[in-house]
Protein backbone atom coordinates (compact mmCIF):
# COMPACT_ATOMS: atom_id res chain seq x y z
CA UNK A 1 0.00 0.00 0.00
CA UNK A 2 1.10 3.92 -0.76
CA UNK A 3 1.95 5.52 2.42
CA UNK A 4 2.55 8.79 2.82
CA UNK A 5 6.06 9.72 4.82
CA UNK A 6 6.01 12.90 5.27
CA UNK A 7 6.96 14.47 8.29
CA UNK A 8 6.57 11.27 10.03
CA UNK A 9 10.67 11.44 10.89
CA UNK A 10 12.31 8.43 11.27
CA UNK A 11 11.52 7.11 13.75
CA UNK A 12 12.01 3.69 12.73
CA UNK A 13 15.02 3.87 11.09
CA UNK A 14 16.73 0.60 9.55
CA UNK A 15 19.82 -1.06 10.03
CA UNK A 16 22.10 -0.97 7.30
CA UNK A 17 22.56 -4.65 6.91
CA UNK A 18 18.94 -4.85 6.97
CA UNK A 19 19.13 -3.16 4.37
CA UNK A 20 21.63 -5.22 2.70
CA UNK A 21 19.74 -8.51 3.29
CA UNK A 22 16.48 -7.31 1.76
CA UNK A 23 18.71 -6.46 -1.35
CA UNK A 24 20.43 -9.19 -1.88
CA UNK A 25 16.93 -11.30 -1.60
CA UNK A 26 15.78 -8.81 -4.11
CA UNK A 27 18.13 -9.03 -6.85
CA UNK A 28 19.74 -11.50 -9.56
CA UNK A 29 21.88 -11.32 -12.65
CA UNK A 30 20.36 -10.20 -15.19
CA UNK A 31 20.01 -13.22 -18.71
CA UNK A 32 22.39 -13.29 -20.81
CA UNK A 33 23.42 -11.60 -23.79
CA UNK A 34 25.85 -12.37 -27.06
CA UNK A 35 28.31 -9.60 -26.90
CA UNK A 36 30.93 -8.99 -29.80
CA UNK A 37 34.37 -10.32 -28.26
CA UNK A 38 36.20 -6.40 -29.35
CA UNK A 39 33.68 -5.26 -26.94
CA UNK A 40 33.71 -7.84 -24.41
CA UNK A 41 36.21 -7.08 -21.81
CA UNK A 42 35.23 -5.95 -18.39
CA UNK A 43 32.01 -7.90 -19.24
CA UNK A 44 30.33 -10.42 -17.14
CA UNK A 45 30.69 -14.17 -18.04
CA UNK A 46 26.50 -15.87 -18.16
CA UNK A 47 27.91 -19.39 -18.64
CA UNK A 48 30.89 -21.15 -18.40
CA UNK A 49 32.90 -21.58 -21.48
CA UNK A 50 33.90 -25.31 -22.81
CA UNK A 51 36.62 -25.15 -25.62
CA UNK A 52 35.32 -27.17 -28.59
CA UNK A 53 38.54 -27.70 -30.57
CA UNK A 54 42.23 -28.08 -29.50
CA UNK A 55 44.34 -25.06 -29.23
CA UNK A 56 46.81 -25.28 -31.69
CA UNK A 57 44.69 -27.92 -33.92
CA UNK A 58 48.36 -29.52 -34.78
CA UNK A 59 51.71 -29.93 -33.22
CA UNK A 60 53.66 -27.11 -34.40
CA UNK A 61 57.64 -25.30 -34.51
CA UNK A 62 58.32 -23.42 -31.35
CA UNK A 63 61.26 -21.91 -33.56
CA UNK A 64 62.35 -22.00 -37.01
CA UNK A 65 64.78 -24.21 -38.31
CA UNK A 66 64.93 -27.98 -39.46
CA UNK A 67 62.01 -30.31 -38.58
CA UNK A 68 63.07 -33.66 -38.30
CA UNK A 69 63.14 -36.91 -36.02
CA UNK A 70 65.49 -36.20 -33.12
CA UNK A 71 67.32 -39.76 -33.07
CA UNK A 72 68.63 -38.68 -36.21
CA UNK A 73 70.30 -35.73 -34.70
CA UNK A 74 71.81 -38.10 -31.53
CA UNK A 75 75.77 -38.00 -31.87
CA UNK A 76 75.79 -34.88 -33.68
CA UNK A 77 78.37 -32.40 -32.90
CA UNK A 78 80.35 -29.08 -33.90
CA UNK A 79 82.98 -31.10 -35.44
CA UNK A 80 81.09 -34.12 -36.50
CA UNK A 81 77.39 -32.65 -37.69
CA UNK A 82 74.77 -35.25 -39.48
CA UNK A 83 73.77 -34.22 -42.96
CA UNK A 84 70.07 -34.99 -43.66
CA UNK A 85 67.96 -34.52 -46.44
CA UNK A 86 66.48 -31.17 -46.88
CA UNK A 87 62.66 -31.97 -48.51
CA UNK A 88 60.91 -28.51 -48.87
CA UNK A 89 60.12 -26.21 -46.20
CA UNK A 90 56.67 -25.53 -43.83
CA UNK A 91 55.55 -22.31 -43.37
CA UNK A 92 52.83 -21.48 -40.75
CA UNK A 93 49.27 -21.93 -42.60
CA UNK A 94 51.16 -23.50 -44.95
CA UNK A 95 52.18 -27.00 -43.89
CA UNK A 96 54.50 -29.44 -45.87
CA UNK A 97 52.47 -31.73 -47.31
CA UNK A 98 55.05 -34.93 -47.41
CA UNK A 99 56.32 -37.18 -44.73
CA UNK A 100 60.02 -37.20 -42.97
CA UNK A 101 61.52 -40.20 -42.89
CA UNK A 102 64.66 -41.31 -40.97
CA UNK A 103 67.82 -39.18 -42.70
CA UNK A 104 65.26 -36.33 -43.83
CA UNK A 105 64.48 -32.64 -42.66
CA UNK A 106 62.21 -29.99 -43.65
CA UNK A 107 62.67 -25.93 -42.98
CA UNK A 108 60.52 -24.57 -40.30
CA UNK A 109 59.23 -21.64 -39.46
CA UNK A 110 57.62 -20.71 -36.14
CA UNK A 111 53.89 -21.74 -35.65
CA UNK A 112 54.12 -23.99 -39.02
CA UNK A 113 52.49 -27.54 -38.70
CA UNK A 114 55.13 -30.10 -38.33
CA UNK A 115 55.32 -32.27 -40.47
CA UNK A 116 54.53 -35.93 -40.42
CA UNK A 117 56.92 -38.17 -38.99
CA UNK A 118 58.86 -35.17 -37.74
CA UNK A 119 58.63 -35.08 -34.11
CA UNK A 120 61.33 -31.97 -32.86
CA UNK A 121 62.93 -28.90 -34.54
CA UNK A 122 66.53 -28.40 -34.50
CA UNK A 123 66.84 -24.72 -34.41
CA UNK A 124 68.30 -22.76 -37.17
CA UNK A 125 71.15 -21.16 -35.55
CA UNK A 126 72.61 -24.97 -35.13
CA UNK A 127 71.90 -26.01 -38.58
CA UNK A 128 73.96 -25.13 -41.87
CA UNK A 129 72.00 -25.45 -45.10
CA UNK A 130 73.65 -26.45 -48.30
CA UNK A 131 71.85 -27.47 -51.71
CA UNK A 132 69.26 -29.94 -50.66
CA UNK A 133 71.36 -30.87 -47.20
CA UNK A 134 71.25 -29.47 -43.60
CA UNK A 135 74.02 -30.69 -41.56
CA UNK A 136 73.05 -30.74 -38.10
CA UNK A 137 75.54 -29.74 -35.23
CA UNK A 138 73.92 -30.55 -32.44
CA UNK A 139 71.19 -33.18 -31.49
CA UNK A 140 68.00 -32.35 -30.14
CA UNK A 141 65.56 -34.40 -28.20
CA UNK A 142 62.72 -35.96 -29.52
CA UNK A 143 59.42 -32.90 -28.42
CA UNK A 144 62.33 -30.72 -28.57
CA UNK A 145 60.91 -27.04 -29.93
CA UNK A 146 58.25 -28.28 -30.71
CA UNK A 147 54.57 -27.58 -29.36
CA UNK A 148 52.04 -30.49 -28.66
CA UNK A 149 48.35 -30.35 -30.14
CA UNK A 150 46.43 -29.01 -27.65
CA UNK A 151 49.24 -27.56 -25.71
CA UNK A 152 47.20 -24.16 -25.10
CA UNK A 153 43.86 -25.36 -25.12
CA UNK A 154 42.70 -28.66 -24.39
CA UNK A 155 39.03 -29.76 -26.01
CA UNK A 156 36.77 -30.29 -23.33
CA UNK A 157 38.72 -28.13 -21.25
CA UNK A 158 36.66 -25.25 -19.25
CA UNK A 159 39.16 -22.48 -19.65
CA UNK A 160 36.54 -19.47 -17.92
CA UNK A 161 33.62 -19.88 -15.49
CA UNK A 162 30.55 -18.15 -15.29
CA UNK A 163 30.89 -14.47 -13.31
CA UNK A 164 34.51 -14.17 -14.76
CA UNK A 165 35.14 -10.66 -15.51
CA UNK A 166 36.63 -10.73 -18.64
CA UNK A 167 40.25 -9.63 -19.14
CA UNK A 168 41.77 -8.42 -22.64
CA UNK A 169 43.41 -11.87 -22.63
CA UNK A 170 40.09 -13.63 -21.76
CA UNK A 171 38.54 -12.51 -24.76
CA UNK A 172 41.52 -13.28 -26.63
CA UNK A 173 40.83 -17.03 -25.83
CA UNK A 174 37.88 -16.88 -26.84
CA UNK A 175 38.78 -15.81 -29.73
CA UNK A 176 41.04 -18.19 -30.02
CA UNK A 177 38.78 -20.94 -29.47
CA UNK A 178 36.57 -20.06 -32.09
CA UNK A 179 33.69 -18.12 -30.34
CA UNK A 180 32.51 -15.43 -32.21
CA UNK A 181 30.46 -13.55 -29.06
CA UNK A 182 30.92 -14.41 -25.46
CA UNK A 183 27.74 -15.03 -23.38
CA UNK A 184 27.70 -12.22 -20.56
CA UNK A 185 24.80 -10.77 -18.80
CA UNK A 186 23.61 -7.89 -19.92
CA UNK A 187 24.36 -4.69 -18.22
CA UNK A 188 22.05 -3.26 -15.96
CA UNK A 189 20.42 0.02 -17.20
CA UNK A 190 20.72 2.84 -14.91
CA UNK A 191 18.17 6.22 -14.99
CA UNK A 192 19.72 8.46 -13.27
CA UNK A 193 17.06 11.97 -11.58
CA UNK A 194 18.41 14.32 -9.99
CA UNK A 195 16.27 16.89 -8.42
CA UNK A 196 16.35 20.40 -6.74
CA UNK A 197 15.34 23.68 -7.64
CA UNK A 198 18.93 25.17 -6.81
CA UNK A 199 20.59 22.80 -9.25
CA UNK A 200 22.79 23.94 -12.59
CA UNK A 201 23.67 21.35 -15.10
CA UNK A 202 26.85 20.18 -14.70
CA UNK A 203 29.65 22.85 -16.82
CA UNK A 204 27.64 25.55 -15.62
CA UNK A 205 29.43 27.98 -13.41
CA UNK A 206 27.84 28.29 -10.02
CA UNK A 207 26.37 31.78 -9.32
CA UNK A 208 24.00 33.81 -6.88
CA UNK A 209 21.58 30.79 -4.89
CA UNK A 210 22.82 28.18 -7.48
CA UNK A 211 25.18 24.96 -6.78
CA UNK A 212 26.01 22.87 -9.95
CA UNK A 213 24.78 19.26 -9.73
CA UNK A 214 27.80 17.42 -8.68
CA UNK A 215 25.93 14.33 -7.50
CA UNK A 216 25.15 13.12 -11.30
CA UNK A 217 29.00 13.50 -11.73
CA UNK A 218 29.53 11.14 -9.34
CA UNK A 219 27.32 8.67 -9.67
CA UNK A 220 28.03 8.33 -13.38
CA UNK A 221 31.27 7.47 -12.76
CA UNK A 222 30.36 5.25 -9.84
CA UNK A 223 27.71 3.92 -12.34
CA UNK A 224 30.13 3.17 -14.68
CA UNK A 225 32.78 1.33 -12.27
CA UNK A 226 30.10 -1.36 -11.20
CA UNK A 227 29.59 -2.05 -14.95
CA UNK A 228 25.86 -0.13 -15.03
CA UNK A 229 24.85 1.56 -18.63
CA UNK A 230 23.61 4.84 -17.42
CA UNK A 231 20.44 6.18 -19.51
CA UNK A 232 19.57 9.79 -20.44
CA UNK A 233 19.46 11.25 -17.52
CA UNK A 234 17.68 14.84 -16.19
CA UNK A 235 17.76 17.33 -13.79
CA UNK A 236 14.30 18.41 -12.18
CA UNK A 237 13.20 21.13 -10.26
CA UNK A 238 11.19 19.77 -6.93
CA UNK A 239 7.92 19.78 -8.63
CA UNK A 240 6.07 16.79 -7.70
CA UNK A 241 4.37 16.13 -11.12
CA UNK A 242 7.61 16.22 -13.25
CA UNK A 243 9.33 14.14 -10.16
CA UNK A 244 6.05 11.91 -10.84
CA UNK A 245 6.04 12.15 -14.81
CA UNK A 246 9.86 11.07 -14.61
CA UNK A 247 9.14 8.27 -12.61
CA UNK A 248 6.23 6.73 -14.39
CA UNK A 249 8.26 6.69 -17.65
CA UNK A 250 11.23 5.43 -16.14
CA UNK A 251 12.69 2.41 -18.34
CA UNK A 252 15.76 1.11 -16.41
CA UNK A 253 16.83 -1.95 -14.30
CA UNK A 254 17.81 0.62 -11.27
CA UNK A 255 16.62 4.45 -10.49
CA UNK A 256 18.82 6.51 -8.80
CA UNK A 257 17.18 9.56 -7.45
CA UNK A 258 19.33 12.41 -6.05
CA UNK A 259 18.00 14.43 -3.34
CA UNK A 260 14.58 15.19 -1.78
CA UNK A 261 14.61 11.79 0.17
CA UNK A 262 13.89 13.26 3.23
CA UNK A 263 11.27 14.24 5.34
CA UNK A 264 10.48 17.79 4.84
CA UNK A 265 7.80 19.27 2.51
CA UNK A 266 9.53 19.61 -0.64
CA UNK A 267 11.05 15.90 -0.44
CA UNK A 268 8.73 14.53 -3.05
CA UNK A 269 10.77 11.31 -3.63
CA UNK A 270 9.62 8.87 -0.55
CA UNK A 271 5.95 9.66 -1.24
CA UNK A 272 6.48 9.16 -4.92
CA UNK A 273 8.03 5.87 -5.09
CA UNK A 274 5.60 4.90 -2.62
CA UNK A 275 2.55 5.96 -4.58
CA UNK A 276 3.89 4.28 -7.76
CA UNK A 277 5.04 1.29 -6.33
CA UNK A 278 6.65 0.19 -3.07
CA UNK A 279 9.05 2.06 -0.46
CA UNK A 280 10.44 -0.78 1.19
CA UNK A 281 13.26 1.51 3.64
CA UNK A 282 13.02 4.81 4.41
CA UNK A 283 15.54 6.32 6.57
CA UNK A 284 18.80 4.03 7.75
CA UNK A 285 21.10 4.27 10.98
CA UNK A 286 23.86 5.48 9.58
CA UNK A 287 25.91 8.61 8.95
CA UNK A 288 26.31 9.99 6.76
CA UNK A 289 22.85 9.16 4.61
CA UNK A 290 20.55 8.76 7.32
CA UNK A 291 17.49 9.95 4.69
CA UNK A 292 18.44 7.09 2.51
CA UNK A 293 15.88 5.12 1.11
CA UNK A 294 14.94 1.70 -0.86
CA UNK A 295 11.93 1.53 -2.84
CA UNK A 296 10.60 0.02 -6.58
CA UNK A 297 9.30 0.83 -9.39
CA UNK A 298 7.38 -1.27 -11.94
CA UNK A 299 10.11 -4.30 -11.26
CA UNK A 300 13.16 -1.74 -10.49
CA UNK A 301 14.74 -0.81 -7.81
CA UNK A 302 14.60 2.44 -6.94
CA UNK A 303 17.15 4.38 -4.60
CA UNK A 304 16.17 7.25 -2.79
CA UNK A 305 19.41 9.10 -2.26
CA UNK A 306 19.99 12.01 0.03
CA UNK A 307 21.37 15.31 -1.69
CA UNK A 308 24.31 15.91 0.30
CA UNK A 309 27.22 14.49 -1.93
CA UNK A 310 28.83 12.73 1.01
CA UNK A 311 25.39 11.27 1.50
CA UNK A 312 24.57 10.68 -2.01
CA UNK A 313 27.65 8.91 -2.47
CA UNK A 314 27.61 7.34 0.46
CA UNK A 315 24.39 5.91 -0.09
CA UNK A 316 25.21 4.97 -3.26
CA UNK A 317 28.27 2.76 -1.85
CA UNK A 318 26.36 0.70 0.62
CA UNK A 319 22.83 0.15 -1.31
CA UNK A 320 22.66 1.00 -5.29
CA UNK A 321 26.20 -0.44 -6.14
CA UNK A 322 25.87 -3.94 -3.99
CA UNK A 323 22.58 -4.12 -6.12
CA UNK A 324 23.79 -3.12 -9.24
CA UNK A 325 26.69 -5.67 -9.13
CA UNK A 326 24.99 -8.27 -8.85
CA UNK A 327 21.79 -7.45 -11.50
CA UNK A 328 25.00 -7.70 -13.36
CA UNK A 329 26.50 -10.46 -12.41
CA UNK A 330 29.30 -9.30 -10.30
CA UNK A 331 29.95 -9.70 -6.51
CA UNK A 332 27.66 -8.08 -4.43
CA UNK A 333 31.07 -6.67 -1.71
CA UNK A 334 32.80 -3.66 -1.69
CA UNK A 335 34.89 -3.32 -5.10
CA UNK A 336 37.87 -1.02 -3.14
CA UNK A 337 41.17 -2.46 -3.23
CA UNK A 338 42.10 -2.72 0.88
CA UNK A 339 44.53 -1.47 3.03
CA UNK A 340 45.31 -2.48 7.03
CA UNK A 341 46.52 0.05 9.04
CA UNK A 342 46.18 1.66 12.84
CA UNK A 343 44.43 4.80 13.47
CA UNK A 344 46.36 7.63 14.04
CA UNK A 345 43.39 9.35 15.75
CA UNK A 346 40.25 7.93 17.31
CA UNK A 347 37.10 8.10 15.73
CA UNK A 348 33.56 8.77 17.63
CA UNK A 349 30.58 7.14 16.82
CA UNK A 350 27.22 5.70 18.58
CA UNK A 351 26.39 2.22 18.90
CA UNK A 352 23.30 1.68 16.54
CA UNK A 353 24.17 3.26 13.88
CA UNK A 354 26.81 2.63 11.41
CA UNK A 355 29.52 5.59 10.11
CA UNK A 356 31.37 6.23 7.05
CA UNK A 357 34.22 7.84 7.63
CA UNK A 358 36.52 9.30 5.46
CA UNK A 359 40.27 9.12 5.71
CA UNK A 360 43.62 10.14 4.89
CA UNK A 361 46.93 8.06 4.99
CA UNK A 362 49.69 9.66 6.63
CA UNK A 363 53.02 7.97 7.22
CA UNK A 364 51.48 4.86 7.35
CA UNK A 365 48.24 5.67 9.57
CA UNK A 366 45.16 6.26 8.86
CA UNK A 367 43.94 9.90 9.52
CA UNK A 368 40.21 10.55 9.71
CA UNK A 369 39.58 13.93 8.05
CA UNK A 370 38.23 16.61 10.17
CA UNK A 371 35.99 18.83 8.02
CA UNK A 372 34.01 15.68 6.99
CA UNK A 373 30.39 16.53 7.12
CA UNK A 374 27.43 15.44 4.73
CA UNK A 375 27.80 18.06 2.64
CA UNK A 376 31.44 19.17 2.21
CA UNK A 377 32.77 16.82 -1.07
CA UNK A 378 35.91 18.46 -1.23
CA UNK A 379 36.23 15.33 2.05
CA UNK A 380 36.16 12.62 -0.46
CA UNK A 381 38.74 14.47 -2.92
CA UNK A 382 41.25 14.06 0.35
CA UNK A 383 40.55 11.23 1.02
CA UNK A 384 42.38 7.76 0.37
CA UNK A 385 39.67 5.77 1.32
CA UNK A 386 36.68 5.09 4.43
CA UNK A 387 36.85 3.20 7.01
CA UNK A 388 33.13 1.47 7.90
CA UNK A 389 32.79 1.51 11.95
CA UNK A 390 29.94 -0.87 12.33
CA UNK A 391 26.67 -0.56 13.77
CA UNK A 392 27.34 -2.18 17.69
CA UNK A 393 30.90 0.03 18.19
CA UNK A 394 30.92 3.18 20.00
CA UNK A 395 33.58 4.45 17.49
CA UNK A 396 37.55 3.45 17.25
CA UNK A 397 40.28 3.89 19.50
CA UNK A 398 43.62 5.63 18.47
CA UNK A 399 45.87 3.12 16.88
CA UNK A 400 43.31 0.28 16.58
CA UNK A 401 44.18 -1.63 13.17
CA UNK A 402 41.01 -0.72 10.75
CA UNK A 403 40.36 -1.88 7.23
CA UNK A 404 40.63 1.66 4.83
CA UNK A 405 38.59 0.86 1.29
CA UNK A 406 40.68 2.68 -1.06
CA UNK A 407 39.54 4.70 -3.29
CA UNK A 408 41.73 4.50 -6.08
CA UNK A 409 41.77 1.17 -8.26
CA UNK A 410 45.14 1.31 -8.68
CA UNK A 411 48.23 2.58 -6.44
CA UNK A 412 46.84 5.39 -4.14
CA UNK A 413 47.74 8.98 -4.95
CA UNK A 414 49.64 10.94 -2.56
CA UNK A 415 50.51 8.46 -0.41
CA UNK A 416 53.44 8.59 1.25
CA UNK A 417 52.97 4.74 3.22
P1 LIG B 1 18.27 17.51 -0.42
O1 LIG B 1 18.61 16.08 -0.17
O2 LIG B 1 17.57 17.70 -1.72
O3 LIG B 1 17.54 18.08 0.74
O4 LIG B 1 19.63 18.30 -0.54
C1 LIG B 1 20.55 18.36 0.55
C2 LIG B 1 21.71 19.25 0.19
O5 LIG B 1 22.40 18.71 -0.91
C3 LIG B 1 21.34 20.65 -0.22
O6 LIG B 1 22.32 21.54 0.28
C4 LIG B 1 21.39 20.61 -1.71
O7 LIG B 1 21.64 21.86 -2.28
C5 LIG B 1 22.50 19.66 -1.96
N1 LIG B 1 22.31 18.97 -3.23
C6 LIG B 1 21.16 18.39 -3.63
N2 LIG B 1 21.30 17.84 -4.83
C7 LIG B 1 22.59 18.05 -5.20
C8 LIG B 1 23.34 17.70 -6.36
N3 LIG B 1 22.80 17.03 -7.37
N4 LIG B 1 24.63 18.07 -6.41
C9 LIG B 1 25.17 18.75 -5.37
N5 LIG B 1 24.52 19.08 -4.26
C10 LIG B 1 23.23 18.76 -4.16
MG1 LIG C 1 16.69 19.19 -2.67
Known amino acids: MPRDVRMKGFAER ?15 PLPAEPVPLFECAGRVLARDIRAEVDVPGF ?15 FGAAPQDPIALRLLGEALP ?12 AVRIMTGAPLPEGADAVAPAETCAESGDAVAVREPVAPRSHAGARGEDIRRGEV ?30 RVRLITTGDELLPPGSRPGGARIVDSNSVVLAGLVARDGGELLRGEILPDCEERIRAALCEADADLLLISGGSSVGKEDFAPRLVAELGALHFHGVAMRPSSP ?55 IASQIGR ?8 ENGRVLPLATSGASILSSTVRAAGAVIVPRDREGIPEGEEVEVLLYDECEAQGDAA
Open 14 to 28: ADVAEVQRFLAGRTA
Open 59 to 73: ARAAMDGYALRGEDS
Open 93 to 104: GRPFAGRVNAGE
Open 159 to 188: PLRAGRRLRPQDAGLLAAIGAAHAPCHRRP
Open 292 to 346: AGVGEIAGALAFLLPGNPVSCLCAYEFFAGPALRKLGGRPRSWPHRRRRAALARK
Open 354 to 361: VDYVRVAL
